[in-house]
């Protein structure tokens, strides 16, 4: 069986369930956020309705504005210069922008990320207009099973359909009208358009028109690699193309004034015809050497070929929604987990570039903001989250596929700006070439706790697969790395030793993410609970991938250097609430009032792994006190935080259902909508501000948060339904555990159903007793005894699936 390939692939459950939530629209919809998303994962397309035309939008991940602003690479300095200066800041600064030297440096380190560039390039837009006086927008249905829009026109007073979808397989989007009775129906489109991105830069080379035929139109963009030093053999480019199956003629239009006008360079008429109307949407790109040479003149549109194309994406969804599937009596829940889990393959495939904040869907400046690019303090890795449980881990290659994009720049830093080994990875990246830190400030720049967190995602694709070839090839490394550097990190002289007062490694200077920055006197910059956390996290990692790897020989002297420091770490930050008792903090000196951004108290559950449901009693007091005490700004919670609280077993649902509700946006994704002020937000503040700036690629995690009420297994052993209702009926299929175990079960009147386990890989199998009390059956065991009580444990074979059932008969 292929990793992340369901159980019984020719299972069509997921398929159905997910066709019960369509995204519907029942009136024209011309907004960029009301629009019916589709997408193979590397194109994306944003279909938009208007009262007088159809629009779709194009995107994809590859094409980006690869220019790159590297200035005063001589003037950053290292990072013992820089710590030298910060550490002559006076305590009494409100501020490190209060020092006019330091200021003036602070602004320099972020003259290159103030560039417009790089940033996602749009691909143009296609339009097909209409008569209104023979044709009316009636709206869309996006049936979310196969990824097909339906748009209901009303044509002579007669109901039709024009079906858009994206070619799975290929980066081609195709347009069928169909009459009433499903059957092809002749064009009632009188226009067809294509229009470059309104907001492409006028410094770099101007569209080309491609024109090859009656029925064909498009154009040809370069993308430069730079506009200053030119390189032609690093130059990119992209290609639109449009083929209809009606004649498109030139022609003119007359004015308000009425004058006669020519229509727009690739704007044509549509001619009349009694063929079957059909359009075929081709968007080329890659190097500029190569695009022109691939753009194809013989692409003729078909409805058969159409039919094709539907055909094999039936297949790819039936098989995407075969990994894994939900079956909900809370119908607002379930819902929430198919419509994200499309939009997460609607959004990335292996092979392509590794989404940026807002994905592959974008036009004008939507999906720009913060160049669209990398965060690595959160937004970055959420998205794949959803990855391991949801049983879709072919889909966290991508993000193996971007720390080996980043790993380069990561080492190349920590050797010339930290005069360390290993890496340390950048807190914003670029899917492009590049040789300096784009944000290389002495606040977020200094966040030391995503290094290890940008390595952790590796580790956890090893423990949900059990692929000691991908620990071996595409882990280790990178992990190697990343423990490199935080042990020359946290031995340097200014980090342990008399001055603090203990034998500890301290974390010294830190940033806890989206707070605080640096600060005079390094107030709040030291032994963050994220920085602690994590680099437990990947300490330990380490460690057992050199036993898995049987490279103790190899690595003896890390692994001596590992287990000293991990043995002394700082205790997590903790401060004595009067009102909520004894609280954990994000940061030693933080006080129970503070409004986060993320939930940055609550780490060490989660991403952490460290605390959960299995937490000694003493310490699970503290973190629901801790819980009780969080406030939350918004924007940066919908998932983090409930994902945590869950892990916890005390995630309201209710409340859950009710903050997604108010972040969804009209098309169905989900914003970063603002929650309360008290942190970085007033009363004058828009709380939906986020909301226009694009598609938040890392809500599509939300099914996460889900799997986690059904089933977890984060210290290795299975808890079925650990925050649930059990008055509320629930299954699901093949879920994935850590230890590649595909979990099936079901909640039914209260009652846990016999539970499927499938093995992958063998080895030993933790399920915690769903059955209190009672003595367990495991069904499929050919030799081996079964370790019962309150957690049973059996040893399984690769291949093999079992059954547990209490012996009681229920």
């Known amino acids: 069986m292929l990793q992340g390939m369901p159980l019984q692939a020719e299972d069509s459950v997921g398929m159905q369930t997910a066709a019960r939530y369509p995204i519907v629209m029942d009136k024209p919809a011309p907004g960029f956020f009301e629009g019916a998303l589709l997408g193979n994962g590397g194109m994306g397309v944003v279909v938009t309705t208007r ?441 340097r002289k200014e980090a342990h030793g008399e001055e603090w007062g203990d034998d500890r490694y301290h974390i010294f200077p830190s940033v806890p993410p989206e707070l605080y920055g640096l600060q005079p006197g390094f107030k709040f910059n030291y032994d963050t609970q994220i920085d602690l956390a994590l680099a437990k996290f990947v300490f330990k990692a380490y460690l057992e991938a050199v036993e898995i790897l049987d490279l103790r020989k190899e690595e003896r002297n890390l692994v001596r250097d590992v287990r000293h420091v991990l043995g002394r770490m700082p205790d997590y930050p903790m401060y004595e609430s009067e009102k909520y008792g004894r609280i954990y903090v994000s940061v030693p000196g933080e006080r129970d009032e503070i409004v986060y951004n993320v939930p940055a108290n609550l780490t060490h559950v989660f991403p952490g792994e460290e605390y959960g449901l299995s937490a000694p009693d003493s310490i699970r007091q503290w973190l629901l006190n801790t819980c009780r005490a969080h406030q939350n700004e918004g924007g940066n919670d919908i998932v983090f935080l409930n994902l945590q609280k869950s892990r916890l077993g005390i995630l309201d649902l209710e409340a859950f259902k009710r903050q997604v509700r108010y972040a969804t946006l009209p098309g169905g994704t989900v914003t970063d909508a603002v929650l309360q002020i008290g942190g970085r937000y007033n009363d004058l503040t828009d709380y939906m501000y986020m909301g226009g700036m694009g598609v938040w690629f890392e809500n599509f995690a939300l099914p996460a948060v889900i799997n986690e009420c059904l089933m977890q297994s984060y210290d290795g052993q299975i808890r079925l339904f650990p925050n649930w209702d059990k008055a509320s009926d629930a299954s699901f299929r093949t879920l994935r555990a850590r230890g590649a175990f595909l979990v099936s079960a079901s909640l039914r009147d209260g009652e846990v159903q016999p539970v499927e386990v499938y093995s992958e890989r063998g080895g030993i199998c933790r399920v915690r007793n769903p059955w209190p009390g009672c003595r367990v059956q495991v069904e499929g065991l050919v030799r081996g005894n079964v370790k019962e009580g309150a957690e049973i444990t059996f040893r399984t074979e690769s291949g093999k699936t079992y059954i547990l059932r209490p012996l009681d008969g229920r």
């Open 51 to 491: 009262p007088d035309a159809v629009c779709l939008h194009f995107g994809h991940n590859n094409v980006w504005d690869i220019r790159v602003t590297e200035n005063h690479q001589d003037k950053i300095g290292t990072f013992a210069e820089v710590f030298r200066k910060a550490s002559l800041l006076p305590d009494s600064l409100p501020s490190i922008h209060h020092d006019k030297e330091f200021s003036d440096y602070l602004s320099l380190t972020a003259d290159n990320y103030r560039s417009p560039y790089p940033r996602p390039f749009p691909c143009g837009t296609l339009l097909l207009g209409f008569d209104r006086r023979e044709v009316e927008l009636l709206g869309y249905s996006l049936d979310i099973s196969d990824g097909v829009c339906h748009i209901s026109l009303s044509v002579g007073g007669e109901r039709h359909e024009l079906l858009v979808y994206t070619d799975m397989e290929k980066d081609e989007a195709w347009l069928v009208l169909t009459d009433g009775q499903g059957r092809p129906a002749a064009s009632c489109f009188n226009r067809l358009r294509v229009i470059p991105d309104p907001s492409t830069p006028g410094d770099i080379p101007r569209y080309r028109v491609w024109e090859s035929g009656e029925n064909r139109l498009g154009f040809y963009q370069e993308l430069p690699y730079s506009t200053v030093q030119p390189r032609p053999e690093k130059d990119k480019a992209f290609a639109l193309q449009v083929y209809a199956s009606q004649r498109l003629e030139r022609g003119q239009r007359t004015t308000t004034l009425g004058i006669k006008e020519n229509l727009a360079d690739m704007e044509r008429y549509v001619s009349s015809s009694w063929e079957p109307f059909c359009v075929r949407v081709a968007l080329r790109e890659g190097m500029a050497t190569e695009v022109q040479g691939r753009m194809v003149r013989d692409l003729e549109p078909s409805v058969e070929e159409a039919r094709k194309s539907e055909e094999r994406n039936r297949d790819v969804w039936k098989r995407y929604w075969g990994c894994s599937s939900v079956s909900l009596a809370d119908k607002d829940l379930e819902e929430i987990w198919y419509r994200n889990l499309y939009f997460f393959n609607c959004a990335l495939r292996p092979g392509a570039t590794c989404p940026g904040i807002f994905a592959n869907w974008s036009y004008g400046n939507i999906g720009t903001a913060w160049h669209g690019d990398y965060h690595l303090n959160y937004n970055t890795q959420q998205p794949f989250w959803v990855t391991f449980s949801s049983n879709h881990l072919d889909k966290n290659l991508v993000y193996a596929d971007l720390v080996d994009h980043l790993l380069p720049v990561s080492r190349k830093w920590a050797k010339e700006y930290y005069g360390m080994r290993g890496a340390f990875f950048p807190h914003s990246a670029y899917p492009v070439e590049m040789n300096l830190h784009p944000y290389p400030v002495p606040d977020w720049g200094w966040e030391v706790f995503e290094t290890p967190w940008m390595v952790q995602g590796l580790w956890w694709h090893y423990l949900y697969s059990g692929d000691t070839d991908f620990l071996r090839r595409r882990a280790f490394v990178p992990i190697r790395d990343a423990v490199l550097f935080l042990t020359d990190y946290m031995t």
